[in-house]
């Protein structure tokens, strides 16, 4: 019997306008370009500004892009995912909001929180929905607006971070494409060197929390840097083993966009050479959900049918994992 899988049929990003370049950050911390750009690859990230708008703004404005270029109704959509670590509000999910945007008013949506490894973990679940013939069509969204829990008084996590989404559609394929293999991991012990210390039901937000500026990222930056490089190489070399798959296989690496350093030691231990890695932090930074969405979207006219990809990703949790797929369609028609 043929197996069903779920292929990422159309891909789309939404950025916000604002352009925050290291330029402007030198005016609010003590950094420079050089130090950001050698030790983080980052140039400039995206910013959402206006009152009101969270996450769901950016999300929402990733789907409506997808449904267009699919052209497929928002009606005709069974399921929304959205894979956030900056909800609009603790709850309700900031999926019920998108799909309430967006008019998919015959979805049903749930947020997932793996903070930067969540788009894996909510592409994972997706494809189980459509891989078991329960759903047809479903959205994975990541989106977060970082600059939210950014202190940007904090020169070692602000210049990181930017806020930007990108959605996937994924429905059912029976040729052999599509989502092939998936490795997720979690470490619970390591959740305090990469958390917000207040807000959450552990410590409900006071005004001695905000006083005390918990309500922030705090991020021990070498200890995690140490684990993402360890924890995202050893996952892309197995997913890579366990499916016989050598570097010449690989025809891209879309890893999470959280350090270019970081990036750089996962590709080497993979063996793929630079020209195969997705890299697109230099322009939106750690967008957090939406950096594996975003390189698809704007790596998707040179994609063709049948491409390996890979997909890898470390964060907060501790959370990890990679995904192998096989690309389903040819973009550059
Ligand atoms: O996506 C979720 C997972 N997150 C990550 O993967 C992030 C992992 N961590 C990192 O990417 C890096 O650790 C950072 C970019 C956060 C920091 O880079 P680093 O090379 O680990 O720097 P460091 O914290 O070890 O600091 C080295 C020096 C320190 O000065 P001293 O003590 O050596 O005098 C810092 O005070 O660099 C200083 N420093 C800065 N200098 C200029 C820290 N931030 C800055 C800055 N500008 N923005």
């Given amino acids: ?45 995206r910013i959402l500004k206006g009152e009101g708008k969270g996450s769901s703004e950016l999300g929402a404005g990733a789907i409506k892009g997808l449904l267009e270029k699919t052209n497929i109704a928002a009606e005709d959509i069974d ?12 709850f309700p999910a900031t999926a019920c909001i998108i799909a309430d945007k967006v008019g998919a008013k015959n979805a049903f949506a749930y947020d997932l929180m793996a903070a ?32 939210s829990i950014v202190d940007y008084t ?15 559609m994924l429905e059912p394929t029976e040729d052999g494409l599509g989502i092939q293999d998936a490795i997720l991991r979690s470490d619970g012990s390591g959740r305090e060197f990469l958390h917000m210390k207040a807000g959450g039901s552990a410590k409900p937000s006071t005004h ?15 200890l995690v840097f140490k684990a993402a490089v360890k924890s ?32 750089d030691a996962t ?6 050479g630079d020209e195969k890695v997705m890299l697109n932090i230099q322009k939106y930074g750690n967008t957090t959900n939406g950096t594996i969405p975003l390189c698809l979207w ?32 040819d973009s550059n028609k």
């Avoid at 399921?79 to 603790?90: E, F, G, K």
């Avoid at 904090?154 to 996937?168: L, N």
Wanted: charged content about 25%.
């Fill in 267 to 272: 590709a080497r231990r993979m063996g793929v």
């Fill in 1 to 45: 019997m043929t197996k069903t899988r779920a292929a990422i049929t159309g891909v789309q990003g939404y950025v916000p306008d604002y352009i925050l370049t290291n330029k402007e950050l030198v005016t609010m911390v003590d950094t420079n370009d050089e130090w950001i750009v050698s030790r983080t690859g980052v140039k400039e990230r």
């Fill in 232 to 263: 995202m190489a050893d996952v892309s070399e197995e997913i890579m083993k366990k499916n016989n798959l050598t570097a010449d296989d690989i025809a891209w690496l879309v890893p999470h966009q959280a350090n270019k350093r970081i990036i």
């Fill in 298 to 329: 704007e790596w998707e006219s040179k994609l063709n049918k049948g491409d390996n990809i890979i997909l890898a990703a470390f964060g907060g949790g501790f959370t990890w994992g990679s995904i192998y797929l096989k690309w389903a369609y």
């Fill in 154 to 168: 904090d020169r070692a996590t602000c210049i990181i971070f930017g806020d930007g989404a990108g959605a996937v």
């Fill in 208 to 222: 001695e929390t905000v006083d005390a500026r918990e309500h922030f990222i705090f991020q021990d930056g070498q």
């Fill in 79 to 90: 399921l929304i995912i959205c894979a956030t670590a900056t909800p609009d509000m603790i």
């Fill in 116 to 147: 930067c490894s969540g788009f894996l973990y909510a592409l994972s679940t997706a494809s189980k929905f459509i891989e078991t013939g329960t759903y047809k069509k479903v959205i994975v969204v990541g989106a977060d607006k970082m600059s």
